[in-house]
């Protein structure tokens, strides 16, 4: 790679951050605001409901897509022919799975013994259709690091599904307001991909040797489906034992524990896994520039992340209290109550500590070795299922601290493994998380007394008063021990911001 490409790549990826990032604002923020208001509107009985249909879409999608979008930013840049292949193929997939999803609902309801899940299930599997039609356009935005566009889609997305559903939820439409907001969301972000990608695919009869263009996308999009699976079991069974095991509205509750923290800490990570992905897979033929953008990626992605599961822990209470009300501090169940509180503590750092090394994943898919990962992903269901299946006997309490123990555990694993895959000392992959996590201490040493000490006061001053000290103690920590992390995430959002300029000019 010559030093202009490098540096254009370079340019790409900086702006491309920086749009994705804008993405996430809008995107997520969008999705804050929706959660908050349907929280209010909606019970956990009819997050539960949605919840089964949410799970069994999560598990199927990647069969539906199975690994086509992956293997068009990894293979296509070599042979452009290859994206009219996976486009008429995710169609044909698409189909399947809708009609696979249709048969499959009065199935899947009875093994969660709810017969209301069958037409919601059924509702839901229309999406496999809808976002086959897109899945290519969005696939080549990203492999060419085009993140506004994409940035465009996913905005639209995002704001035509919250528009919708709160609607329909305020008219009294219950879960079916999120299903309807959840489909018409998919498609109009499946029709704003081709209104920004003037990419249009072949027509079928006119395409020469498709089958051949077919193996090699499945050939490759195989052993990334294999993965998906993988992370669907690991991240999802939590939510089949619970909705199994314990019942509907304790999913509802545990889905709205897991969500409030997954907005904000795997939106951080989105927010990286769209550019690494496409950057490490131009990066495949150069391992050192490789093994240093991951270690930026890592040092600027803690730095982030730890301040914001850290503080959601601490502030778990008056942020349930202010955002949701206190209908989710107390929630019947049965002849006892159950809380959104304690579940989103442990959540947020289960999720924080997963964070911390999801990009290495994409660093292995990017180099053409997602074998690596279905290893991983295989060793850590053997550990954690088990595990999640005594947790669950204990409540959705007891799942989310296992959740967050297992996690930590794996994390550190995954940096192990890590460092004999990518030929780097275990100190040199560490380094990283070094500042952000010293600082993260001291921010939990400043507020956790002082959260103990305000209880009493009023929930919204509690919240910004514990978030304007905990951010005050990790920024002065962070520019104590580590400016230079702080003046390159500066540095790097000039950047972004900077090309941004040209580009809107």
Not at 265 to 272: F, H, M, S
Not at 376 to 389: D, E, H, N, Q, T
Not at 402 to 420: D, G, L, P, Y
């Amino acid at each position: 790679m010559t030093n202009t490409q490098s540096a254009s790549l370079t340019e790409r990826s900086s702006t491309g951050t920086m749009w994705t990032g804008v993405s996430l604002v809008a995107g997520k923020g969008i999705v804050a605001v929706s959660t908050i208001v349907l929280g209010r509107v909606l019970d956990a009985q009819v997050f539960g409901l949605f919840g089964i249909g949410l799970l069994v879409i999560g598990y199927l999608q990647f069969l539906n897509d199975f690994g086509i979008a992956s293997a068009v930013i990894n293979l296509s840049g070599r042979d452009r022919r290859l994206a009219s292949v996976a486009f008429w193929l995710n169609i044909g997939l698409g189909v399947v799975m809708t009609a696979t999803t249709w048969f499959a609902a009065p199935l899947i309801a009875d093994f969660f013994n709810e017969d209301s899940a069958t037409a919601i299930v059924r509702g839901l599997g229309f999406v496999f259709l809808i976002r086959s039609v897109g899945a290519v356009h969005d696939a080549l935005l990203k492999r060419d690091l085009k993140m506004r566009s994409v940035t465009v889609a996913e905005t639209v997305t995002a704001f035509s599904k919250a528009l919708l559903t709160i609607g329909l939820a305020l008219a009294g439409f219950g879960v079916w307001s999120l299903v309807w907001g959840h489909l018409v969301g998919a498609l109009l972000g499946s029709i704003v991909f081709w209104l920004v990608n003037p990419w249009r695919p072949e027509r079928l009869a006119a395409m020469s040797n498709p089958v051949d263009g077919t193996k090699r996308l499945l050939g490759f999009g195989s052993q990334m489906t294999l993965i998906d699976i993988l992370g669907a079991v690991n991240k999802n069974v939590d939510y089949l034992l619970i909705g199994r095991g314990i019942g509907t509205v304790a999913l509802g509750v545990y889905t709205m524990a897991f969500r409030l923290p997954e907005l904000l800490i795997d939106g951080i990570n989105l927010v990286a896994a769209k550019v690494a992905f496409p950057l490490f897979s131009q990066l495949q033929d150069d391992k050192e520039k490789g093994r240093l953008a991951l270690r930026k990626m890592l040092r600027l992605v803690s730095a982030i992340v730890v301040p914001a599961g850290v503080g959601m822990a601490i502030v778990a209470e008056p942020l349930v209290r202010v955002a949701l009300g206190d209908k989710w501090i107390e929630v019947p169940f049965g002849d006892q109550v159950i809380s959104t509180v304690e579940p989103l503590r442990w959540l947020a750092l289960a999720l924080t500590a997963t964070a911390l090394t999801k990009n290495i994943g994409d660093l292995y898919k990017g180099y053409g070795r997602p074998g690596l990962l279905n290893i991983i992903g295989i060793v850590r269901a053997l550990f954690v299922v088990p595990i999640l299946i005594v947790a669950v006997r204990y409540g959705i309490n007891g799942v989310a601290i296992a959740q967050a123990v297992t996690a930590t555990i794996v994390s550190i694993f995954q940096v192990i493994v890590a460092s004999k895959v990518i030929g780097m000392k275990i100190s040199e992959l560490t380094a990283p998380y070094r500042t952000p996590l010293i600082a993260g201490a001291v921010m939990a040493a400043v507020t956790w007394p002082m959260a103990t000490v305000i209880v009493s006061w009023n929930p919204l001053i509690q919240l910004v008063a514990l978030t304007v000290t905990g951010a005050a103690a990790y920024g002065g920590t962070m520019y104590l021990f580590d400016r230079d992390l702080v003046n390159e995430g500066i540095t790097f959002a000039r950047a972004g911001l900077g090309r941004q300029a040209q580009v809107a000019n």
